[in-house]
């Protein structure tokens, strides 16, 4: 909110948990492919049983900030039998 505007609505409906950062450390090559994103081209990436993951507009080579864009979902099976 700039100068006193009114929040707009959708902001009241944002979760204010839903941010969380991890710090890790990546391979050389998935740190080169996370440079800054050029316009609407943000490269997607798969890390294992966890989810999708797009690279950050404020990534750079150095620092890559990836964010998550879908989980994937745990074997409901698996969950039953406690592994």
Known sequence: VVDGAKEPDWVKLLNPESLIVHHGMVEPDLAAAAAP??????????????????????STVEKPVFNRVVALKEDKEKKTLGR
Do not use: I, K
């Open 37 to 58: 994103p050029h316009r609407h081209l943000r490269p997607t990436f798969q890390f294992q049983r966890t989810g999708y993951f797009a690279v950050d507009s404020d």
